[in-house]
């Protein structure tokens, strides 16, 4: 991961240093120097990373969502390279999508009870969404954990923590 650390304020570049084996290097030569696109995996763990942004009141509703989302790596990706991640070039079919999936995602981590939204439309997460953030638990090992009896005996967890991915 290379970025700024959250000092937007107060720094406008950072500082990476690559550490990997010698036959990986030319990978990472390549990628450095522009000949090959770096593309973005965020949307491949996107609930997780939304409901982390809400838990630390980042995210605080659908439209501070989609702010959110258009200020990452992964929209400028998308904005790019549209067809890698399987949109059409336009623009407002891209902003479009963008809403179809904080509102997708939104639903999805309320339907697993990690996150609350209230009447005013404000989001909130709930204390299973604040133990996902804190023990990074993925969201298909949250949904089996809150799909358990309350009184779920040690065979269920251990059972239930084999066979999530």
């Not at 650390?5 to 030319?26: C, E």
């Not at 439209?63 to 390279?81: D, H």
């Not at 991640?85 to 179809?100: A, F, I, K, N």
Request: aromatic residues 8%; charged residues 25%; hydrophobic residues 35%.
């Amino acid at each position: 991961m290379i970025g700024r650390a959250g000092r937007p304020q107060f720094d406008d570049t950072g500082v990476a240093v690559i550490l990997t084996r010698s036959d990986k290097r030319s990978k990472y030569e390549n990628l450095i120097s522009g000949k090959e696109p770096l593309e973005s995996h965020l949307h491949e763990s996107l609930s997780e990373h939304l409901n982390a942004e809400i838990g630390l009141g980042t995210i605080v509703d659908l439209e501070s969502a989609i702010s959110w989302l258009k200020s990452t790596f992964f929209y400028v990706r998308c904005r790019t390279n549209p067809s890698y991640y399987g949109l059409s070039t336009d623009v407002e079919d891209m902003d479009e999508w963008v809403r179809r999936k904080c509102e997708e995602t939104i639903r999805s981590l309320q339907d697993l009870q990690l996150i609350e939204c209230s009447a005013s439309g404000k989001l909130q997460t709930t204390s299973y969404g604040q133990a996902a953030i804190r023990f990074y638990i993925r969201l298909n090992s949250m949904a089996q954990i809150v799909a358990m009896k309350e009184q779920a005996e040690l065979r269920d967890v251990v059972f239930t923590s084999l066979f999530v991915g």
